[in-house]
Structures are given as C-alpha cells and as structure tokens.
C-alpha cells in the first residue's frame, strides 16, 4: 500500500535552516509528481511547493519562494524539502502529498498524506 | 486569507444533509478542477472528492460534490457523527501558478 512518511522537522531558531525528508513507499515514485503542504497550528492548510515527477519543473507558494527548495531522489524513492532563512511563521505542521502518475487522464490530485512533521521556529 | 472562501463552521444533526461552499474565481475553479479533503482532528487530511464530484473507492455515496461558474460545493447527505471534521477545497490557480486552499469549515454533528 502506498506510504509517505516524513521525518527531519524539529525547534530551530529563526534565521537557520532545516531539511525534511519523505520517504515513499508502495507505488513507482518516479512517476509521480510530488507537493509540500504546511498547517499552521490551529490554522488551515497551505500549499508549500510541488516537484514534477522527474525534477523539472519546481513551483512554490510566495510565501516561502526563495527561502525553500524542493527536490527529489528517485534513486532512493524521497522527497525533500530544504528551508532556509526560517521564520516564526514557518512553524506548522510539514505535509508531503502525492500528484497524480504522469499522463493521467482523471486528476486525483493530493490523493495520498504522510502523517506529517512539526517544526517550530523559536528563539 | 485563504485563496478560496469557504464558511468557517457547518453543523446538523444526525441524518439531515448539509452543503458546505467554496468560492473562487475565474483563474482557479472557474478554469480548473476542485477537490475536497475531510481532516479529522489529530489525523492527516483526507482525499474526499476529486475532479469536481469523483468520489475515490472507499468513499461513501453520501458525500458529493458540485461545482457551477467560480463555486464548488460538498454535500453530505444522511449526516453521521463521524463526519465531524474539518473539510478543505483546493483548486489549481492559474494566477498563483501553484494550488489555492480554502480556509476550512469545522462541521459539527449537534
């Protein structure tokens, strides 16, 4: 069955950076495109960043252009997500999620979550 | 804000159907699918409707969905106290270049 989990979040302080990982499971991640979705505590979601399947083509909410990158390693069937220049407003719970397979002809976007990984940005 | 509006909180009682709306514009669901989510408190959001009004397998028939110009709606007919949740839509915003979701709306099962 299919299985996203992620790991690497944690308390940082602002300014510094963290790196989260997704580890995927279950089906043939290299076909798949692949998004970050954050959630405030309390708050609803947001989108954070998608990967195309293969790497590329990467797009990101405003919110965290510049400061956040998303890549992938098919080899090891991962996502990642690399924040820089953290702020207090990044302190949510980190989603990965999975797209629809490359081709598909009925979207069925978002169809898979991982458990999901805290960070807080604290001083 | 949230890139769509949906009302904050729903409620009903055991059995009745309640509709929850999503309102966008032209450049996300006036141009592009909606989905919704059910996120049970404590747990992961969960793939509810896909493609406007597609239920994936697993997903009871009294769950729907619905959408007209730039709004969206889900329905939820035969109302059980599971269905307590939070919902989200998201859509594709063409502007944005990236997805928009709704602010969330808490239903509750008096």
């Known amino acids: 069955q299919v299985q996203l989990v992620e790991s690497g979040g944690g308390v940082v302080q602002p300014g510094r950076s963290l790196r989260l990982s997704c580890a995927a499971s279950?089906?043939?991640?290299?076909?798949?495109?692949m998004n970050w979705v954050r959630q405030a505590p309390g708050k609803g979601l947001e989108w954070v960043a998608v990967?195309?399947?293969?790497?590329?083509?990467?797009l990101y909410a405003d919110s965290v252009k510049g400061r956040f990158t998303i890549s992938r390693d098919n080899s090891k069937n991962t996502l990642y997500l690399q924040m820089d220049g953290l702020r207090a407003e990044d302190t949510a719970l980190y989603y990965c999620?999975?797209?629809?397979?490359?081709?598909?002809?009925?979207?069925?976007?978002?169809?898979?979550w991982g458990q999901g990984t805290l960070v807080t940005v604290s001083s | 804000q949230s890139v769509l509006t949906q009302p904050p909180s729903a409620s009903g009682t055991p059995g009745q159907r309640v509709t929850i709306s999503c309102s966008g514009s032209s450049s996300n669901i006036g141009n592009n699918i909606v989905s919704w989510f059910q996120q049970i408190t404590g747990t992961a959001p969960k793939l509810l409707i896909y493609s406007d009004n597609q239920r994936p397998s697993g997903v009871p028939d009294r769950f729907s969905g619905s959408k007209s110009g730039t709004s969206a709606s889900l329905a939820i007919s035969g109302l059980q106290s599971e269905d307590e949740a939070d919902y989200y839509c998201a859509a594709w915003d063409d502007s944005l270049d990236g997805w928009g979701f709704g602010g969330g709306t808490k239903l509750t099962v008096l």
């Open positions: 999620a999975r797209d629809p397979p490359v081709g598909a002809v009925v979207r069925k976007d978002f169809d898979h």
């Open positions: 279950g089906f043939i991640f290299s076909s798949y495109g």
């Open positions: 990967i195309w399947n293969d790497g590329s083509k990467k």
